[in-house]
């Protein structure tokens, strides 16, 4: 898996109307998954007929790599998220999407399925009832840092001798040095301190440690000096920009009856 994220993308209709130049190479077609390519395993022998395959999917017609639409859906995180978001507002409302979306940077949505994704979209944005979320706050700010993951055990950040995370319980800190995990530190509301040598205080209910890394939400201009756990209400609305990359990819999908492709 991709600790990257994950994009989709659909295949125009450029080879199946015959507007495309013919490849150069063949056997070329659309695979069990729905993939546009040279229909040969890989291998030193085909090396070659692949490469000229790609090159020729590449420029073979007006659209990048003869796809017709491409998102670049995000972080793995949004996508177990939705996919939490979706079991806890009732799994049995949502078998198409939770059969079809992306555990790994392959698979796809057959385009005879798509009415039913969208189908289960309708329904998680006007019916479904979502359940609260667990986020780690910045204090001063309000703004939520980072959501509890549960596929993830609520660890956001994988360190080498350290995971550091957030659950129902509290934010944690797990030490991996040992050869059984234990918990450095656990709080629902606590400070950071940058210390000199690259070093950072963490103190909160009566506890205190010292950990070799940059503060939490160190992307920020300035990182927040006190972080609270924070129980909130979920509405669809917080996932409108994942909503519209599918419901755009289901319309290309549907115009071109075409899968959608994970990647």
């Known amino acids: 898996m991709s600790i990257v994220g994950v994009s989709a993308y659909v295949h125009c209709r450029c080879w199946k109307d015959g507007l495309a130049p013919a490849p150069p190479v063949g056997p070329v077609g659309f695979d ?4 546009l390519g040279l229909l040969e395993p890989w291998s030193r022998e085909t090396a070659n007929a692949h490469g000229h395959v790609e090159h020729w999917l590449e420029h073979g017609c007006p ?4 796809q017709i639409h491409r998102e670049e859906i995000g972080s793995w995180a949004g996508i177990r998220i939705f996919q939490q978001a979706l079991r806890a507002a009732g799994a049995a409302d949502f078998p198409v999407l939770l059969r079809y979306l992306p555990e790994t940077n392959d698979g796809w949505i057959p385009a005879d399925e798509v009415p039913r994704v969208l189908a289960e979209l309708d329904h998680f944005e006007n019916g479904a009832r979502l359940a609260d979320e667990v986020v780690l706050v910045d204090e001063a700010s309000g703004d939520a840092l ?6 993830h055990g609520g660890v956001f950040i994988w360190g080498r001798d350290h995971h550091i995370g957030v659950d129902p319980a509290g934010f944690f800190v797990l030490d991996r040095t040992t050869e059984l995990p234990g918990t450095l530190f656990r709080a629902a509301r606590f400070e950071q301190r940058v210390l000199p040598g690259g070093e ?5 209910e009566g506890q205190s440690v010292r950990l070799a890394m940059t ?3 160190n992307y920020l201009p300035t990182p927040p000096q006190r972080l609270t756990i924070q129980v909130r209400p979920r509405s669809a609305a917080d996932f409108d920009h994942l909503l519209g990359m599918l419901r755009r990819l289901c319309a290309a999908a549907l ?6 492709h994970w990647i």
């Open 215 to 217: 503060p939490i939400a």
């Open 255 to 260: 115009s071109t009856d075409n899968p959608i």
């Open 63 to 66: 659209h990048d790599d003869m």
């Open 146 to 151: 980072h959501s509890y993951v549960a596929s």
């Open 200 to 204: 950072l205080e963490l103190t909160g």
């Open 32 to 35: 069990e998954d729905g993939r």
